[in-house]
């Protein structure tokens, strides 16, 4: 054989061999790719809660009777000192001692009630006073630039949080004058011995009627609730979280409420982070140690025609929000000893990169090293995927 034909015929296994490992090797791994973008990175604690009223007052009937139907109904609104039931005394009152004596008691506990809210208001008013002092002092300072604009955020929202505590203490001083007139009125009537005369009952309170106890004409006892009152539009959020998650949450930290759909998110800030839990049964049946977090909505409810007490909301309450942080997103991270690592397309091969990446969420990872703005990571990568696998995006 001559050695040209000898050549053609090597060259031609060669390449039938590179034809059989060709058509054998294995496929490209179809992944999907996600950029790598700088922007704010936030971490929250969420969950579900539901919205209540900040003063709820209920009516209560002053004397045994009868009392005739109550006209109201939930929502309608009442002002402070409209007539809210009508009482009719079914027995003369001179001869039931024992409901002297009650009504008596009642008369102290009132008088009682208004002292203390009296020395609450006091109180407030001070803690009102300092807060106010704070928060110009930190305004100073802020303008000076001794002071960063948390601090005088949180000067701002502990002002607000006492002027609201203050209208707080001043509705249940009204409320504790109202039920005292009402107590006084009460016995006097008793002692008079006229039972035939219809009994007024009044509200405490300027605000709409949340729910009717007793709507139906009908004999009452003493104490018996008749009414539910208050200012359906002074609402705060409280949402259990769970206490493993509850120590990192702090007073003044921003939050965002959801009401639901095709309706945007409401601002909100913690107001207060209850100091003891409670066991709650999940929907799984585990018991779960849980601690309720009080939001105050940060701006006006105007645009919400229809909220109200009791409604369920989506709370998420910011721990952590970086500025200007490098995000991937969380389904691009894996495991690699105690860290995380990514891979990165190159050439048409998937690098395996270690990444540090502190803090996470559902969505996003903030990456503090390993990673630029710009790069594309494989998200989602399956157990065929190593470092050097050949990668096709789809």
Known sequence: MRTRNK????????????????ALRAPPVSVELA???????????????????????????PLAGRLERIRLKAGDPVEQGQVVAL?????????????????????????????????????????????QADHDRQVKLFKDGFISATAREQAELALRTAERTVEAVRFAEHASGHELNQARAALARYKSGDAGARWEVTSPVKGSVLK?????????????PLLELADARSLEAVVDVLSQESVAIKPGMP?????????????ARVRLVEPAAFTKISALGVEEQRV??????????????????????????????????VKVPVGALFREGD????????????????????LRNGAEALVEDGLKPGERVVVYPSDALRDGSRISAR
């Open 255 to 267: 939050a965002r409420i959801e009401l639901g759909r095709g309706v945007a998110p409401l601002a």
């Open 7 to 22: 050549i053609a015929l090597g060259m031609g296994f060669v390449a039938l061999a590179a034809l059989v490992v060709w």
């Open 35 to 61: 950029a790598v973008e700088r922007g704010v990175f936030e971490q929250s604690v969420s969950d579900d809660g539901k919205t209540r009223v900040r003063e709820r007052y209920t009516v209560f009937a």
């Open 212 to 224: 009717v106890v007793q709507d139906s004409e009908g004999a009452v006892a003493l104490g018996a």
């Open 339 to 358: 860290g995380w690592a990514v891979f990165v397309p190159d050439g048409g091969r998937a690098v395996k990169r270690v990444v540090k990446a502190p």
């Open 87 to 131: 009482l009719t005394p079914v027995a003369p009152a001179l001869l039931d001692a024992r409901s002297v004596r009650e009504l008596q008691a009642r008369v102290g506990a009132a008088e009682a009630q208004q002292l203390r809210a009296k020395a609450e208001v006091a109180r407030v008013m001070a803690q009102r006073d300092q807060a």
């Open 292 to 325: 309720n977090v009080v939001l105050d909505f940060a701006e006006p409810l105007d645009r919400i025609q229809t909220i109200g007490d009791a409604f369920r909301v989506d709370a998420a309450i910011v721990t952590h929000r970086v500025e200007n942080a």
